[in-house]
């Protein structure tokens, strides 16, 4: 009878073994959180690319009894004046901004200034049509030197790292135009200048991944329109001595239109982390 208890007590404690065994090899460790980055918060930075567009400034002038021109020439003076500046250049400079995130979606507000480059020249002749082989002569300059934006962007986190947004806002720029007029009738000379600081408008869209530490690197593209810029010049003189004719009321104007594509490298200062799995 002891023989058999005994062996029915080392079956019991065996198969308690086995089962703890088993139990044990199951175990699973949790894994560790690890921190996920959070777009909230407020951040500097620096860009550099490149800007094309364009700039139609024009030239013309109206027709006046007492004036300097014969009525045919108004008209090819102002077809004439009528060009086109292209230019391309590098931009870059420095953006500042803060970042509030809801869940997936980011909402922003950003405000950029940048060196613009955008420089231009254009300059058509033609005879008058009345007094032929005599000519005359129209050339416009056009410049901005800078360019600043207040813009607001709003996107969506394709990963907790990388964020994909629209952006508009205002683009405000200072916007230069030079304007000259001669002749080989009777050496006419007409001259005017801008120098208008533009409010016009901005839109495009971008991305941007953060790569640790409150770094992050964008790459976005920007369309600007600064709308058209007008004044309007009386000093025209022909003849010498020179004899001037302020009836011939000359108006020039000009506007810009700008692609920008850019790069650049973010900080962004403290904010939440929410722990991952």
Not at 218 to 238: I, P
């Amino acid at each position: 009878m002891k023989k058999l208890l005994l062996a029915a007590a080392m079956v019991v404690l065996g198969a308690a073994s086995a089962q703890a065994a088993d139990l044990a090899a199951q175990y699973t460790k949790a894994p560790m959180m690890a921190p996920a980055y959070n777009w909230t918060g407020f951040y500097v930075g620096a860009n550099l690319g490149g800007q094309w567009g364009s700039a139609d400034p024009t030239t013309s002038t109206v027709f006046s009894p007492t004036g300097y021109f014969a009525t045919s020439s108004v008209p090819a003076i102002g077809a004439v004046g009528a060009q086109n500046v292209n230019s391309s250049s590098v931009t870059g400079g420095f953006t500042a901004g803060y970042n509030w995130q809801v869940n997936q979606a980011v909402f922003g507000l950003e405000g950029d200034i940048n060196y613009f480059g955008f420089k231009g020249s254009a300059s058509g002749s033609a005879v008058y049509p009345c007094c032929a082989p005599t000519a005359f002569t129209v050339s416009s300059q056009v410049s901005a030197d800078w360019l600043a934006t207040i813009r607001g962007r709003i996107g969506f986190l394709a990963t907790p790292s990388w964020l994909l947004y629209a952006t508009g806002g205002a683009a405000i720029a200072d916007v230069k135009g030079n304007f000259n007029f001669t002749d080989t009738f009777a050496t006419a000379t007409e001259s005017a200048a801008i120098r208008d600081t533009r409010v016009g408008w901005t839109a495009g869209a971008g991305t941007e991944y953060s790569f640790g530490g409150g770094w992050s690197f964008k790459a976005e593209y920007l369309y600007v329109d600064l709308g058209r810029a007008s004044t309007t010049s009386t000093n025209l003189a022909a003849f010498t001595p020179a004899i001037a004719f302020p009836s011939n009321v000359y108006s020039h104007s000009v506007d810009i239109k700008s692609n920008i594509v850019r790069v650049g490298v973010n900080y962004k200062f403290g904010g939440p982390v929410v722990a991952r799995y």
